[in-house]
């Protein structure tokens, strides 16, 4: 257990409604990430943290975006959610050297 | 761009029947190949990491290794509770630690 947490665990939205996905750990990792996960497609990087309001950009980062104001937060936000955004949402720290871990995930629906 | 393949994607095997789940790869400079389990609704949990072509590593009934252009996971005389789907992934040199992931191989292990 790396002491992730995220919030909600399952969330059913409607199309165009914002959504914020939260990811919370308690190891003070510098390093986090948000993946998707997708039947076909496995997991994907959509945006990762290296530092407070450090981010950058992953393999599918349009239509998010991320917030990172204090060491144990990393927020996930998709400002107008879509059906193609239904999937499986993890979240990961980097423990050193070189290894993530991954949160427990949310199961998003945009219907 | 980081690729990688696993095969098969899926593996049905009887108790006690040993096997192997492929992983290729090709990656600009591999800092380490890593390989997760994952059971239906959980997160990817760790299991091993390689560096270089020719190590091995070994947990319970699992031993992984590693050439330039491939992994593999050996599965030695499989139980039940070894359902799961096995990820592998690649990270790269000055990547800030980001991993490419296979799409899976999905095992079942009849008892």
């Known amino acids: 257990d790396a002491g992730i947490t995220q919030s909600p665990r399952h969330k059913v939205t409607e199309t165009g409604t914002p959504v914020t996905l939260r990811c919370h750990q308690t190891?003070?990792?510098?390093?986090m990430y948000w993946y998707r996960q997708d039947p076909g497609h496995g997991l994907r990087l959509i945006h990762y943290s290296y530092g407070v309001k450090d981010t950058d950009k992953g393999e599918v980062s349009d239509g998010y975006s991320v917030s990172r104001s204090k060491t144990e937060d990393f927020l996930l936000t998709l400002e107008s959610a879509t059906s193609s955004q239904t999937s499986v949402y993890f979240c990961?720290?980097?423990?050193?050297?070189?290894?993530?871990?991954f949160g427990p995930g949310t199961r998003l629906t945009v219907l | 761009e980081d690729q990688v393949t696993q095969s098969p994607e899926a593996l049905r095997l009887q108790e006690g029947e040993s096997s192997s789940l492929n992983c290729s790869y090709t990656v600009s400079g591999l800092r380490g190949l890593f390989w997760y389990r994952q059971d239906p609704g959980k997160g990817p949990e760790f299991l091993f990491t390689l560096y270089s072509a020719g190590e091995e590593k070994e947990k319970e009934r699992l031993k992984a290794t590693l050439t330039k252009k491939e992994s593999f996971l050996h599965i030695t005389a499989p139980k039940p509770e070894d359902s799961a789907t096995y990820l592998c992934a690649v990270q790269s040199g000055g990547s800030n630690y980001k991993l490419t992931f296979g799409k899976g191989t999905l095992l079942t292990v009849n008892p």
């Open positions: 190891e003070n990792h510098r390093y």
């Open positions: 990961a720290i980097l423990s050193e050297p070189d290894t993530q871990y």
